[in-house]
């Protein structure tokens, strides 16, 4: 039971990953008061990149930098439309996802003529397991052991990059006077602009933060947990980390315990999979790889209590003359 348990947590931090890092992404763009739908969008893209350009120049690192670069150009883009342009940002970040959704599928099938997917990876261009001091030592030992070497050890540098990302947002926007200012943006972009900063600026910042994150977030989906991009491989997940950053209350660290569950959820179902449950016995595949998503809805619906978001997310800033 014990081992049975170290491996559905450790596939549940393995799960969670991307979704804490885009859960964080659309966190900084909707402090400063950007609502992000196109969340989905920028990772999908960013798995593109990073795959893409891993199977040509032969580097995750490359990968990487390709996944942020695009994901952010993205997200300059929907900022583009929604802070320069003040359009509505709800359509802006659906047209984002339709964008990404076409564009990767078009370009997968031009580039390597595999049905939208990129060439395998091999293990030189993805991102390799990390092995922390005594994780081999202490293998052996009961329960620490299994704790230190099989869950804590053993995974990519990016997942240590998400769960890191959680304090260090918390420690952004609550101590650093551009965290303030951010969360200033968001809330009462009038009283920031009298105080002479550019609320146009601070947006385009939270929206390029939010860029980076989500590219990250693409780049440990096709370099990390896969070994390749396949079509609309981000299934949904932009929107579940968008659920869980309502859930949180729009907060960094309950945003992680958010993501976590929700990884925990997806972990469970596939080790219930071909499971023989009581009562109805053994359940549909289907049923089974929709859980998750029927207990994200019944989470939202009735555990989350009032969250209030920003209250100029969503509205668009007009300088008074």
């Given at each position: ?251 960094p660290i309950p945003a992680m315990f958010a993501c976590l569950l929700f990884g925990f959820l997806d972990a469970a179902a596939i080790r219930l999979q071909g499971v023989s449950l009581p009562v109805i016995g053994s359940a549909p595949v289907e049923l089974i790889q929709a859980l ?30």
């Amino acid at each position: 039971m014990f081992d049975a348990a170290i491996l559905i947590l450790d596939s549940t931090v393995r799960l969670s990953t991307p979704l804490l890092l885009v859960c964080l992404a659309g966190l900084y763009s909707e402090r400063a008061g950007v609502i992000d739908i196109g969340l989905e969008g920028k990772l999908l893209a960013g798995a593109f990149a990073a795959a893409a350009a891993a199977a040509v120049f032969g580097s995750p690192w490359i990968g990487l930098a390709a996944a942020v670069g695009v994901s952010i150009a993205l997200a300059l883009l929907h900022g583009l439309g929604c802070i320069t342009f003040r359009g509505n940002q709800i359509v802006s970040g659906v047209a984002i996802n339709f964008l990404a959704a076409g564009l990767t599928a078009l370009l997968g099938q031009a580039w390597f003529s595999q049905g939208g997917r990129t060439p395998a990876l091999g293990p030189e261009q993805r991102f390799g397991e990390l092995s922390l001091p005594l994780a081999q030592t202490l293998a052996d030992v009961p329960v620490l052991g299994g704790i230190w070497s099989e869950l804590i050890s053993g995974h990519s540098i990016l997942v240590y990059l998400a769960f890191a990302m959680a304090p260090i947002t918390w420690w952004t926007l609550g101590r650093t006077r551009f965290g303030l200012r951010l969360r200033a943006v968001g809330e009462n972009p009038a009283a920031v602009d009298t105080a002479g900063i550019s609320v146009a600026r601070m947006r385009y910042l939270a929206v390029a933060c939010c860029g980076a994150l989500c590219g990250a977030a693409g780049a440990y989906l096709s370099t990390a947990q896969s070994a390749g991009f396949i079509k609309d491989m981000s299934a949904g997940k932009g929107f579940i980390a968008l659920a869980a950053l309502i859930f949180a209350k729009w907060r960094p660290i309950p945003a992680m315990f958010a993501c976590l569950l929700f990884g925990f959820l997806d972990a469970a179902a596939i080790r219930l999979q071909g499971v023989s449950l009581p009562v109805i016995g053994s359940a549909p595949v289907e049923l089974i790889q929709a859980l998750p998503y029927l207990l994200t809805v019944v989470l939202l619906a009735g555990f989350i209590g009032a969250a209030r978001p920003p209250r100029a997310g969503g509205v668009p800033y007009v300088k008074e003359r």
